[in-house]
């Protein structure tokens, strides 16, 4: 277990992550690039990404790459996106993500990962952002290497010696690059609403694990505890479904089903288990450590509601941006006045929902199936829930 945690929640912390995620509230907004394509960000560029050879057929892959050039970014309504995910990637975006790592980490008993590993070798994060779950699990296990993907460049270049990162597309059709049976624990958090088709994901992860290699999906669930707190006029539940319609339509939806077991046994996968942690959101547990880790997630709740559906709502959906903002604000008013109340915030949470699997080993595969299963193109993308 790593003892110096990136950005862990600090028992005596004074809210200096809330100010900074309100100050870069501010920056973000100060953007004036109206064109839609290579918006600038000057904290982009400050930014190095590394590229590790994979093989012979690492070239192959035009999404894998050097330079910042390389990188389109888009700028909707004054905030920077890639590509078509719908959250977007600005400074105000990453700062909200690496307190959301603090929460997690903390919450989660400073454990990174479920899954068992023994000595593990090497390890994918796919869709690693600003690359904090990598590195701390670069710390955590320095024999390994930890190559953390994103299609955004927003990984620092300061990072340990084990930790590489790469711009990839995990989405890239023809299959990852990387060899076949290559890794010990392929890496998913918060990538909801980030695929058009998680049985190409779990396929490719399938095989790119090596035997006795380890899934890991950490991701909300869909919500209802949370819902049962709140009165049917702050319209919370009209506003989620308006995200998951967007999303849905959009060809990337925002749903949990990919965190149904069935999902992995189809592949093959065995020792499949699900667990939820309920995560606090507001000052009313007892626990100090509680009640610290569930006042920086409320602050970054806050904070990311626009970033939820700011792109979905106006790009898909038509609506007015500032309507959007609008609405995202009496929202906040309504989640924070419920979650400041001590008594009212009892049980106020999202419930986060990990779902693990592990490849077989060849003389636990039944003697009928493929050692490789590829994902079928027809048929259900688990995307409708
Ligand atoms: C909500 S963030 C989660 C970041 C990180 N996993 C964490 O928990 O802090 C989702 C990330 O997925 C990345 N992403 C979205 N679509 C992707 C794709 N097709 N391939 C690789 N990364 C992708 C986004 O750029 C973003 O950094």
């Not at 100050?23 to 600038?40: F, K, L, M, P, Q």
């Not at 959250?87 to 993500?97: A, C, G, H, K, L």
């Not at 702050?234 to 939806?253: N, V, Y």
Request: charged letters at 25%; glycine letters at 8%; one cysteine or more.
């Amino acid at each position: 277990m790593s003892t110096n945690p990136p950005l862990a929640v600090d028992q005596h912390d004074d809210g200096g992550h809330e100010d900074a995620a309100m100050r870069n509230r501010e920056t973000s907004e100060g953007w004036h690039d109206g064109s839609s394509e290579h918006a600038y960000s000057p904290y982009a560029a400050a930014r190095t990404v590394f590229r590790h050879p994979r093989g012979d057929n690492d070239t192959m892959n035009s999404t894998q790459s050097l330079y910042d050039s390389d990188i389109v970014y888009i700028n909707i309504h004054g905030r920077r996106y890639c590509k078509n995910y719908y959250m977007p990637n600005d400074e105000e975006e990453q700062v909200r993500s690496q307190m959301l790592h603090s929460v997690y980490f903390h919450l989660f008993d400073q454990k990174l990962t479920m899954v068992p590993l023994t000595n593990p070798r090497k390890i994918l994060d796919i869709g690693t952002g600003t690359g904090d779950w990598a590195m701390a699990m670069g710390d955590e296990y320095p024999e390994a290497e930890v190559i953390g993907t994103d299609i955004a460049k927003i990984q620092p270049s300061a990072v340990p010696l084990n930790v590489y990162f790469e711009i990839d597309d995990a989405e890239e059709e023809g299959g990852w690059t990387w060899p076949k049976d290559e890794f010990d624990l392929i890496h998913f958090r918060a990538m909801l609403g980030a695929f058009k088709d998680w049985r190409y994901i779990y396929s490719e992860t399938y095989q790119h694990l090596k035997p006795g290699g380890w899934v890991e999906v950490f991701d909300f669930d869909d919500h209802q505890t949370l819902m049962t707190h709140f009165d049917k006029e702050l319209e919370i539940d009209k506003f989620l479904a308006a995200i998951a319609e967007a999303t849905r339509i959009g060809g990337r939806p925002r749903s949990y089903t990919h965190l149904e077991p069935k999902f992995l046994a189809e592949l093959g996968f065995v020792d499949i288990s699900t667990s939820t942690t309920m995560i606090p959101m507001g000052s009313w547990s007892d626990d100090p450590g509680e009640r610290q880790a569930g006042k920086h997630f409320l602050v970054a709740q806050l904070c990311g509601l626009e970033a939820l559906c700011l792109r979905p709502l106006t790009e898909v959906l038509g609506w007015d941006p500032e309507e959007v903002r609008r609405i995202c604000g009496i929202i906040a008013t309504g989640v924070k006045a419920m979650a400041l109340d001590h008594e009212k915030a009892k049980g106020l949470g999202f419930n986060v929902r990990v779902l693990v699997g592990r490849k077989p080993f060849p003389d636990e595969l039944p003697a009928s199936s493929p050692s490789t299963p590829r994902a079928s193109t027809t048929g259900d993308t688990m995307g409708g829930g």
